[in-house]
């Protein structure tokens, strides 16, 4: 079978080709570049726990010794400190990595996979759909030809294939503004991220309401000023001052040494695009939509988006079309994008109006900064991974289904399993291969070797029902998992949501369950957006 084409070589694209491959399915990247990426430290990308997890499932590195965990959060407004947070194991740290570091690593080890093919200079410039496959030309000193089974456009906001397929990207332009410093320097809170409200000293310029430190490796950081609406030139002049005079009121009045390494101004748009599917035509990351506000992190969509789509691609690859899965894509992933953005736009106003509401409701300084520490850290509606609540993949509630910590369609919780080789690992290693995962809860297990438990009680009758099951499903089991009690089976998609948790084995809900996480009964209905 043709290999899936990926137009576009930066991390969503990459991420997509090696996600593919891990799951024995071939792709072509086509990259509109040299294969050699620009590096700019002032270009930078913060990682949630999840997505910096999945960075290293892919590349093989934890990217710690290029990119930066951070010991703790300090916000602060005026000179108040409000609020203060020190990571740990049971509340991680993000990972704040230069977005070339990041890229180079998914080169890397695209180079050492082959059953990826980047091919560089390559420009798309039209696509062909049929009933088995696409075709897409490209321009170029090596101008061509390929043929795939799908195409998946990852080429970013001014994307080619969005274009091709006549798909609408409405959403508002310029929505934030900030001018940004990479600067090498001592500040009084090392390793620990901050963000400064209406801070005390007078500012160069525009007024600058906020402003955003965050460390680095080898002790670079990159500030970030949020600019007043407007199209207000940033000069370097006035850039340089911004850096003086922020330094010295964090140190005390006197601008500590330091080394510009890098500038830029960061523009936030919000855009979504109305379909992202369209046949045998997928949209991923910056093509498919726009954040940013707020703290908030579209790269981190973005790659959930090829964590969501490369195994419903690899299924389909392998097994056949089975239309439902596919179109799940789109329904799954455009509702959290679009959550993300109404909640973003909703705070919007209120955080960038000036006092109105701090007048008027006590405590609402909080508030904001709550917000705001949400979006920066990934947490509540501006950040948190979203859940698929309303998939058209969840199975109907059966009798034997239980709550646990974790909702039906959030990720799940990363504890230590054992494997069907009898190896501890983590619940998230298992992730990305392809395979349903079955979780069973069974304390003391761990104290055991694996050979004195796996034929004893209700092992066998569960090892039976995975066998049985419509997919490949990899059978784990835990000591313990937030909120189950002994015996619950947990059912768990190749991308980590959660399905279903069943009180004991149940082998025709389990069954049930695993088919309706497939998309149903397997069908080959007409594509979506080919009507």
């Known amino acids: 079978m043709d290999p899936v084409i990926i137009a576009g070589a930066g991390p969503v694209g990459l991420t997509l080709a090696l996600a593919l491959a891990r799951q024995e399915v071939p792709s072509v990247v086509l990259d509109e570049g040299s294969g050699k990426d620009e590096q700019r430290l002032a270009r930078t990308v913060v990682l949630r726990e999840d997505t910096a997890a999945l960075m290293a499932r892919l590349t093989g590195s934890s990217l710690t010794e290029t990119g930066f965990r951070w010991s703790g959060w300090r916000s602060m407004r005026r000179k108040q400190v409000m609020r203060q947070i020190t990571f740990s194991d049971d509340d991680p740290a993000p990972l704040h990595i230069a977005q070339h570091e990041l890229t180079g690593a998914l080169r890397e080890a695209i180079a050492n996979e082959p059953l990826i093919k980047v091919a560089v200079e390559s420009r798309l410039d039209s696509i062909e759909q049929e009933t088995q496959g696409v075709t897409a030309h490209t321009r170029g000193p090596k101008g061509t030809w390929w043929r795939g089974s799908y195409l998946v456009g990852c080429d970013g ?33 090392p390793g620990e991220a901050l963000l400064h409200r209406m801070p005390p000293w007078r500012t160069s310029g525009p007024s600058a309401g906020e402003v955003t430190g965050r460390p680095l490796a080898d002790g670079v950081w990159r500030l970030d000023w949020l600019l007043p609406p407007g199209k207000d030139l ?23 040494p330091y080394e510009l390494l890098d500038t830029g101004v960061h523009i936030v748009h919000h855009r979504l695009a109305r379909r992202w599917r369209v046949g045998r035509v997928f949209l991923a990351g910056d093509a498919a939509h ?35 899965l596919l179109d799940s894509y789109q329904v799954e992933r455009r509702a959290i994008v679009a959550a993300r953005l109404r909640a973003a736009d909703q705070a919007l106003p209120v955080l960038r109006s000036g006092g ?8 609402s300084a909080r508030g904001h900064d709550a917000l705001l520490t949400d979006g920066h850290l990934g947490r509540g509606p501006l950040g948190e991974p979203g859940a698929y609540a309303d998939s058209p993949l969840a199975p109907p509630r059966a009798e034997s289904a239980l709550d646990v910590a974790t909702a039906v369609g959030a990720p799940v919780t990363d504890v230590r399993v054992t494997a069907e080789d009898g190896s501890f690992v983590r619940l998230r290693e298992r992730l990305g291969r392809g395979a349903l995962l079955v979780l069973l809860i069974a304390p003391g297990t761990g104290v055991w070797e694996r050979r004195h438990w796996v034929t004893a009680g209700i092992m066998p009758r569960l090892a039976a029902a995975v066998t049985a099951l419509p997919h490949r499903a990899e059978l784990l089991v835990a000591e313990s998992y937030p909120g189950a009690a002994a015996h619950t ?30 998309g149903g009964p397997r069908a080959t209905t007409q594509a979506a957006g080919t009507s």
């Open 157 to 189: 906001p001014r994307s080619t294939v969005r274009k091709l397929e006549d798909i609408r990207f409405p959403g508002r332009t310029a929505v934030e503004r900030h001018a940004v410093a990479a600067l090498r320097t001592e500040l009084p809170w």
């Open 234 to 256: 940033v000069t370097p002049d006035l850039l340089v001052a911004r850096v003086r005079e922020t330094l010295a009121g964090w140190c005390g009045g006197s601008t500590p």
């Open 290 to 324: 726009l954040l940013g506000a707020l703290g908030s992190q579209g790269l981190d969509e973005g790659l959930r988006d090829a964590d969501n789509l490369a195994w419903k691609l690899a299924l389909a690859w392998h097994h056949g079309p089975h239309e439902a």
């Open 356 to 363: 109105g509401l701090r007048a008027v409701v006590p405590g």
């Open 489 to 518: 089976v947990l059912l768990i998609r190749p991308d980590g949501h959660l399905v279903t948790a069943l009180n004991g084995v149940r082998p025709a809900d389990l069954y049930e369950a695993a088919e309706a996480a497939l």
